[in-house]
């Protein structure tokens, strides 16, 4: 058996989490692999990341790399303290932003998990991509905020860019090896907490209500996210860089049970779907195991109960994130960019109070308008205009 390095950026969080749990099953399952834990990066939650290298460990192999991606978040002292009992290497404890792209292109690492929420997770992604490495990818924003250069370079590189977004791992399941194109790729919608709320409603959600995702259990960033359908329209542009298609060839479809998580239309009307419960334990193991399929720790559909699967439009009305995914996705360039660090500030502001929910989607919007477009920009001028588009997002928000 040889063995996969696996190095997970942001295992801290919900994504991080299910992913060490996967690689620990595999490492059981696989009778072609070993699978390691090598590398795993926290931010601020010190408790998760022991316990999930005391988990390695245990197992057998804590990981070679242990990284806190702030050393003014969570100081050095404090890492080595609960650290230095795991028999993790004298240089294996690494402290700072740049450790995570250093992971990323270690040559020992072999697969590398982007699970890092926002923006910060862009380098370490690009880096591994440059790298020639398989990309599990969950960080979405990665794409939304520079699809075609990630793209353009995994094509020169050699590098993998696999979904672990349960809609584009499913359309990535159903399009398979089809010699024909997909027409359409329809993403589905879980519609959020505020599905059928009124207008009314929504302005007045509080982020407790916000939160409370029917379907999903995911991180707070995401969360929100799915309530203003603004991780549908993340969702729609990762679609476009990760399929190579237009914007007029995706379609988004309100199914809130969480169960067909996407669907291909072909040229000939036939549409396709990929079903299973709402767990991502297994859009993560494909991403890491295919073309192979094994058993999964995500239990499987239980056909002893009967099976409500309901799909209706969505209302872009009470959902204007739809319309401004659908725009940013046709128009490219240096729309993600802004719209993704607006996004980021107006999530953080609702959060501690300091504006209504229904705010977030039109700051967006109006960061958006307040830009100078450009087709073409380079990494750094997009990093740059992240930083500009959330100076202005809060500018925006202090007006309202
Ligand atoms: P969480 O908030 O649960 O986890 C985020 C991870 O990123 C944590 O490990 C966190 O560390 C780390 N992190 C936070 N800020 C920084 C920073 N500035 N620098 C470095 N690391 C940082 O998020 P999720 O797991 O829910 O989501 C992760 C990504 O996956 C997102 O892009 C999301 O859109 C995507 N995704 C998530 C899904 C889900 O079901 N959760 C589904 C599909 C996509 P710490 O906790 O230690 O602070
Ligand atoms: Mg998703």
């Not at 990981?63 to 650290?83: G, T, Y």
């Not at 740049?98 to 923006?119: S, Y």
């Not at 207008?199 to 959600?205: Q, S």
Request: net charge negative.
């Amino acid at each position: 058996r040889s063995t996969v390095n696996v190095a997970v950026l942001g295992a801290t969080g919900s994504i991080g989490t299910s992913t060490a749990e996967v690689i620990a099953h595999l490492n059981q399952i696989d009778p072609e692999n070993g699978w390691r834990l090598w590398a795993a990066s926290g931010h601020s939650n010190l408790e998760v990341l022991e316990e999930l290298v005391g988990r390695a460990a245990r197992d057998g192999a804590a990981p070679q790399r242990v990284i806190l991606s702030d050393p003014s978040v969570i100081s050095p002292q404090a890492a080595a303290e609960r650290f230095g009992t795991f028999g993790i290497q004298v240089d294996g404890l690494r402290f700072g932003a740049e450790q995570l792209v250093d992971a990323a292109r270690d040559p020992q690492v072999d697969v590398v998990v982007a699970a890092i929420v926002g923006r910060a997770g862009l380098e370490s992604t690009v880096a591994a991509v440059q790298a020639g490495k398989r990309v599990a990818l969950a960080n979405k924003e990665t794409l939304v905020v520079a699809g075609g250069l990630v793209s353009e370079q995994a094509a020169n590189s050699g590098g993998q860019l696999l979904p672990v977004d349960s809609e584009h791992s499913a359309i990535w399941q159903c399009i398979a090896d089809s010699p024909s194109p997909a027409r359409r790729l329809i993403l589905t919608a879980s519609g959020g907490p505020f599905r059928s709320a009124s207008a009314a409603e929504m302005r007045d959600a509080t982020p407790e209500d916000a939160l409370a995702h029917p379907t999903w259990q995911m991180g707070r960033k995401i969360s929100i996210d799915s309530a203003t359908m603004m991780n549908k329209a993340l969702e729609i542009i990762e679609a476009r860089w990760l399929f190579d298609v237009s914007a007029d060839q995706i379609e988004v479809m309100i199914h809130p049970q969480s169960i067909i998580h996407s669907m291909v239309e072909f040229q000939d009307g036939s549409v396709l779907a990929q079903l299973s419960p709402p767990d991502m334990r297994l859009p993560i193991q494909y991403a890491l195991t295919h073309p192979r399929r094994l058993a999964c720790p995500a239990p499987p559909l239980d056909r002893r109960q009967s099976w409500d699967l309901s799909l209706e439009p969505a209302d872009l009305e009470r959902f204007p994130a739809l319309t401004l995914g659908f725009e940013v996705a046709r128009v490219g360039g240096t729309a993600g960019a802004v719209v993704n660090a607006a996004n980021e500030v107006a999530v953080g502001l609702f959060l501690s109070g300091e504006i209504r929910f229904t705010d977030i989607v039109p700051l967006c919007q109006k960061t958006l308008e307040n830009h100078t477009f450009e087709q073409r920009p380079c990494l750094a001028r997009l990093l740059e205009l992240d930083h500009w588009a959330r100076q202005e997002a809060r500018r925006c928000a202090e007006r309202l």
